[in-house]
């Protein structure tokens, strides 16, 4: 994007561009780009040229910032032209909107509007005035975008329209850099109008991500940098012990667990990278959120935020949502910012105790941060109209007619947890009610009577051996598994030491087929909505219990994340004849029908 080396585009800009443009503009707008986390906040605003024919959008990478990974495919998915860096330098335009710093803003041929990418200004990025055998003293380092090393060139700014959030940055800006106040606009925070409009949507982002009722939402969230959540630079590299005990003292029914990394880690070690360094942690139910398109529906729908001294953290508490600080560094934030304010008063999270209590804690003690929400934005939801009026003023162009919108948060897929770690099974039967938890470890606290549950896609085959339960998702007609009853029955003659296999059909449904028992079908009653296969366990539990349902069916009352679930249990009838495979046969007559389970 930024090489010498990318050759130039001829349309719709370059050398005889009017000869191959089929329509004619009168502005032209260049999006500059300087990594993926700027690019978030470009993508808030571009809908406010949406239906403009007068204008022709552009987009380059300026190439100076270290996070380069991830650009590309950006750019592909946008589909406008991109100019390489030098093309772009040297194309006049109406205006160019960046939402960082870096590399030779002020070589743009037009007016330039620079936006914040976070909460404000928040940052201290002072390395490149200390040399290698100088002491860093981040009390005097200049904040990132909102100090004369980043807003003047010659002595003059050269940003036509600093955006601000809030007055609170206008008056550091005039203390540290009063030459740049001229230049300053307060239009709020489109990103947090965003989050503000997608509030009402939250149940939707909620079962999106597989949240169900009574279950919690715990995000973790990690800004980028050694000293932050994922990073090993701070007073303590927490997060490889820290990940299993989340899997193993929350339990997976109570608690739903997703990621949310700073683009700066994602692309910056590389997604695959991180899928593998958290791969133990996805097995156990782990969540990897998409940094870009979904890290806000996910903010919205959490009950609670493990997170550290990022922006993130501060929208979460400026959207109500209790905040529990796993790393509070301060000295790479302005003290006068709110952000660190919010730092030095922020619960703590203590990495060694246990974690249960304190979420719990966190979630019964929580109040509102005073402040937080109004220092985000001083216009919440208005700054469509403030920013778009401000780009076409500098345009010199009137704006459209319509009102300036932006685009509603889109619902993410439908991504449910699927934890595929052996889970550890704790239950308590009292006639036909069951209380049980389920977590991808043993905590040292759990009591009640135990078994083993095993998804049949486990990393451990050793595990399904030893397994008192074995279940896996599936649709009813999937010809590769061959039905629920024909893979429950291959599960239990495979495996000797299962009880029980459920086969999971859809959110609120499993087929089980249990050894001394025979085949059931587990549907959610009313009011019921929880994972099937806890259904499952339950019901496993229940039979070992002594208990024997009836021909008519029998109502189950599966208690967990603080509900009382109904399940009905109603006897199938099994297949015609028993499953003919070498799979089924097992290992010591390959070939050979063996009868189905009872």
């Given at each position: 994007m930024g090489s010498a080396d990318t050759p130039a585009i001829r349309v719709p800009v370059g050398e005889g561009s009017e000869r191959w443009a089929s329509r004619a503009t009168s502005r032209r707008v260049l999006l500059v780009v300087h990594n993926v986390t700027s690019a978030g906040r470009l993508l808030d605003v571009l809908p406010l040229f949406h239906d403009d024919f007068r204008v022709q959008?552009?987009?380059?990478?300026?190439?100076?910032?270290?996070?380069?990974?991830?650009?590309?495919?950006?750019?592909?998915?946008?589909?406008?032209?991109?100019?390489?860096?030098?093309?772009?330098?040297?194309?006049?335009?109406?205006?160019?909107?960046?939402?960082?710093?870096?590399?030779?803003?002020?070589?743009?041929?037009?007016?330039?509007?620079?936006?914040?990418?976070g909460i404000g200004y928040t940052k201290k990025l002072g390395e490149?005035?200390?040399?290698?055998?100088?002491?860093?003293?981040?009390?005097?380092?200049?904040?990132?975008?909102?100090?004369?090393?980043w807003l003047l060139a010659g002595g003059e700014p050269f940003v036509d329209g600093l955006v601000l959030s809030h007055p609170e940055q206008l008056e550091r800006l005039r203390r540290v850099c009063p030459d740049a106040e001229r230049a300053s606009v307060l239009a709020g925070d489109p990103c947090f109008d965003r989050m503000l409009a997608g509030r009402p949507h939250r149940e939707r982002f909620r079962r999106?991500?597989?949240?169900?009722?009574?279950?919690?939402?715990?995000?973790?969230?990690?800004?980028?940098?050694?000293?932050?959540?994922?990073?090993?630079?701070?007073?303590?590299?927490?997060?490889?012990?820290?990940?299993?005990?989340?899997?193993?003292e929350l339990p997976a029914d109570d608690y739903r667990l997703a990621a949310v990394l700073h683009p700066n880690i994602w692309y910056g070690h590389g997604p695959g990278q991180i899928r593998v360094w958290l791969d133990r942690a996805r097995r156990g139910g782990l969540t990897l959120i998409d940094p870009v398109h979904a890290w806000r529906q996910a903010l919205l729908a959490a009950d609670v935020v493990l997170g550290d001294f990022g922006?993130?953290?501060?929208?979460?508490?400026?959207?109500?949502?209790?905040?529990?600080?796993?790393?509070?560094?301060?000295?790479?934030?302005?003290?006068?910012?709110?952000?660190?304010?919010?730092?030095?008063?922020?619960?703590?999270?203590?990495?060694?105790?246990?974690?249960?209590?304190?979420?719990?804690?966190v979630l019964a003690r929580h109040h509102p941060v005073a402040g937080a929400a109004e220092f985000v934005s001083s216009a919440p939801g208005a700054s469509a109209a403030l920013l778009r009026g401000l780009f076409y003023r500098l345009m010199d162009l009137p704006e459209p007619a319509a009102p300036a919108l932006l685009e509603p948060?889109?619902?993410?897929?439908?991504?449910?947890?699927?934890?595929?770690?052996?889970?550890?099974?704790?239950?308590?039967?009292?006639?036909?009610?069951i209380t049980i938890e389920r977590s991808a470890g043993h905590p040292y606290d759990a009591a009640g009577e135990r078994h083993l549950a095993v998804h049949e896609d486990t990393r451990d085959p050793g595990s399904l051996v030893l397994a008192d339960v074995i279940f896996r998702e599936g649709r009813p007609d999937?010809?590769?598994?061959?039905?629920?009853?024909?893979?429950?029955?291959?599960?239990?003659?495979?495996?000797?030491?299962c009880s029980l296999a459920g086969y999971v059909t859809g959110p609120h449904s499993c087929t089980v087929r249990a050894r001394e028992h025979g085949v059931f079908q587990l549907s959610a009653g009313p009011g019921a909505d929880a994972d099937p296969a806890a259904y499952a366990s339950s019901l496993c539990a229940w039979l070992t219990g002594g208990g024997a349902v009836t021909p008519g069916g029998t109502t189950l009352r599966v208690h967990t994340a603080g509900r009382v679930h109904p399940v009905t249990v109603t006897p199938a009838t099994p297949p015609a004849r028993p499953p003919r495979s070498a799979a089924a046969a097992g290992p010591?007559?390959?070939?050979?029908e063996s009868p189905v389970p009872d």
């Open positions: 959008l552009l987009v380059t990478s300026t190439g100076s910032s270290a996070f380069q990974a991830g650009i590309g495919e950006l750019f592909a998915e946008l589909g406008l032209p991109v100019l390489p860096w030098e093309q772009a330098l040297a194309t006049p335009v109406a205006l160019a909107i960046a939402a960082s710093f870096g590399g030779q803003l002020q070589g743009i041929q037009g007016k330039l509007a620079v936006m914040s990418h490149s005035r200390v040399t290698s055998h100088e002491s860093r003293d981040t009390r005097h380092e200049p904040t990132f975008g909102l100090s004369p090393e999106a991500l597989g949240v169900r009722r009574g279950q919690r939402l715990v995000v973790l969230n990690s800004t980028w940098n050694p000293e932050g959540f994922f990073g090993t630079g701070g007073d303590q590299d927490i997060l490889p012990s820290l990940l299993p005990r989340l899997a193993s922006a993130v953290s501060y929208y979460a508490a400026a959207l109500d949502i209790p905040v529990l600080l796993a790393s509070a560094r301060q000295d790479r934030l302005d003290p006068e910012a709110p952000l660190a304010a919010f730092v030095r008063q922020a619960p703590r999270l203590d990495p060694y105790g246990p974690l249960r209590g304190q979420v719990e804690d948060l889109p619902l993410p897929p439908y991504e449910p947890p699927r934890r595929t770690a052996p889970l550890d099974v704790r239950t308590h039967v009292r006639g036909a009610d999937d010809p590769r598994l061959g039905g629920p009853e024909e893979w429950t029955a291959e599960v239990l003659l495979r495996y000797p030491h010591d007559n390959p070939g050979a």
